[in-house]
């Protein structure tokens, strides 16, 4: 799989996640497509996401509806015009999957097979399609196994994105650097998609894989695209809290289906954040859980679902009761120990509806894509449909666009000539660990404008110290994570000072506006 056999690609796909895969199947089957991606295809976040895809189906539920409660979760922020068009998508979006073949969960209502839905914060239905609680690993599976049968489509594996190639006027191609055979490869393309995931990874505890490191986001910034929302950093109430299981999430559906938040005396808590209870926005339960735990000096709280019978949790959450089991908790007899941890990146590369950047011929689509569907806080499940209504949209612009006729562009190779290896790489290790705590301590759940101030000036040290490195050293794939890492923290805390009130998932105790988060009770 990992073999060059297309040399020149009409269109380069940086990422194999639900974003990716779904626009190369989506563009038509003339145009030669090259997709890379750090490690094996199915490492990313895609493959993990648990919960599901939302799109309206019930009777009693409505377009306007999910379309109101996206707008409600993103406070304001978001684009009425994008919201509107993701969601009427997103009932289209879903039946292509099904016509691929993903299984999504069924059961018997009425006398009638029917979707089972989940409900999860923000939403006022249940629209959640899934699969079970893996619902990623279907979506994943079906769009390889269908890639995997183009003949138009190459994938290269361990393959690196270190930076595109543009002539100030448009992007011409993309550096490749494999991680096996440490070479840098130099491919031009007539459109260069970025689907590279979120940046969750710039923080010390997250539910994301290392793939996750912002590199679409870093990549676009360097080449002089815009970025916003990027203090939007959402953070998932409930990761089990075990030394050894620090990202294992414990889907929202599991507080859909009655799970309560807990204090460690057994008494329930939401209820004085939010009207909603568990299942108000997720800005808003993490940052309750946040608050309790501050308040009692408590390292952790817990998740029940536990009055639930047996057989229903063993036949909803599947996966989840076993890893559980596997960590010492059986979630059918006992409250689960539970912390937040980074998630989502609601910012990120500003794109129009078809993921165009302002760099033409170079689009974003998928997590790094800052569309204007979330605003500041991006409601559970419609991330996976972002990205199938994204790829669909930069499907039909990239083939209604693309020149075939013209040239690809001759471009200068890679030089390393000037570079040599590296004699102190634990440089990299020791930065990226400073990295990920102070985005955690400094500008996590909860800011401060010192707090702030603080992450700043060591971002600047940072910004220097791999700077002088890059120049230096050959480059590695720690290294190039690093030097993206190091780009998003700072597009975080610069955007974070900007921002001077609380609003969705920027909460900054020295805002004077102080909208949010006052307990109910208080
Ligand atoms: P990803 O799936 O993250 O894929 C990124 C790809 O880019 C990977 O192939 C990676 O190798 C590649 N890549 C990255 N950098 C480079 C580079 N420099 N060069 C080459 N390749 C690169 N959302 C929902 O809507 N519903 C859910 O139920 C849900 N549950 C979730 C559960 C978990 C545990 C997590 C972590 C997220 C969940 N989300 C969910 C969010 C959702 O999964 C992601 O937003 C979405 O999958 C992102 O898809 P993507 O294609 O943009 O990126
Ligand atoms: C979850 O299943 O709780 C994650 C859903 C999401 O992030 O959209």
Redesign the pocket.
Known sequence: MSKLKITDPDVLI?????????LALQLPRHLKII????????????????????AVQQAQDSIESHIQDTLTAGCGLSNPEVVNFVVEQAPKSVQWLIELGVKFTQEQQDGELKYHLNQ?GGHSHRR?F?AKDA??KA??KTLMQHVLERDNIEILEN????DVITDQTRCLGAY??NNKTDTVTTLSARAVV?????A?RVYLY????D??????IA?AARAGCKTNNMEFNQF?PTCLYHPQAR???L???IRGEGGKLLLPNGEPFMHRYHERAELAPRDVVARAIDAEMKRSGLECVYLDISHKPYQFIKEHFPNLYEQCLTYGFDMAKQALPIVPAA???CGGVQTDLYGQTDLPSLYA?????STGLHGAN?M????????LVFAHSCAKHITSTIDLDAPLAQLIPWDASKVINSDEAVVITHNWNELRHFMWDYVGIVRSNKRLQRAQARINLLKQEVQDYYSQYHITRDF??LR?LVIVADLIIQQAIKRKENIGLHYNIDAIDETVDKPLSA
């Open positions: 940086i990422g194999t996640g639900a974003a990716g895969l779904s997709m890379v991606c750090k490690n094996t295809p199915n490492e990313g976040a895609t493959y993990y996401a648990q919960g599901g895809i939302a999860e959640i899934h619902t990623g979506v994943s393959t690196m994105a270190v490749l650097y970025l689907a590279t995931g979120g969750s997250s539910t994301n894989p793939v996750s490191s912002g590199d679409g990549i998932h990202t294992l999430l889907t929202e559906a998630h989502y990146t689509i998928g997590e790094t894509a991006r559970a499940s419609n991330s996976l449909l972002e990205c190039l994570e993206n």
